[in-house]
Nanobody, 125 residues
Framework: QVQLIESGGGLVQAGGSLRLSCAAS????????MGWFRQAPGKEREFVAA????????YYADSVKGRFTISRDNAENTMYLQMNSLKPEDTALYYC??????????????????WGQGTQVTVSS
């Protein structure tokens, strides 16, 4: 079992930046692929970014490509999401997620077994 705890959310003006963190409780989360998803009020949860176990492969939704950067530090059991040039449409509850085993599609919610409680990001115009 892996517990994931997000932090770093907050209120920021459009064009600003935030850095989200996801800390894993497991002694090592290295075997797990990790991802960030978000859910805005009245909308379905959607994929934002993902990273493989070693950190050398990353994946992004088109809507955040070029603005967000996902990374991980396996020694610290922590994953990050650097968000730059934030837009009001980025406002959502951001969740980190972890999954193990063979993966078909990093953007698919079903590929992830563990989820955090979420951290709120609000971007004002």
């Amino acid at each position: 079992q892996v517990q994931l705890i997000e932090s770093g959310g907050g209120l920021v003006q459009a064009g600003g930046s935030l850095r989200l963190s996801c800390a894993a409780s497991r002694r090592t989360f290295r075997p797990y692929r990790m991802g960030w998803f978000r859910q805005a009020p009245g909308k379905e949860r959607e994929f934002v970014a993902a990273i493989n176990w070693s950190g050398d492969s990353t994946y992004y939704a088109d809507s955040v490509k070029g603005r967000f950067t996902i990374s991980r530090d396996n020694a610290e059991n922590t994953m990050y999401l650097q968000m730059n040039s934030l837009k009001p449409e980025d406002t959502a509850l951001y969740y980190c997620a972890g999954g193990a085993g063979w993966v078909i599609d990093y953007a698919r919610i079903a590929e992830y077994d563990y989820w955090g409680q979420g951290t709120q990001v609000t971007v004002s115009s």
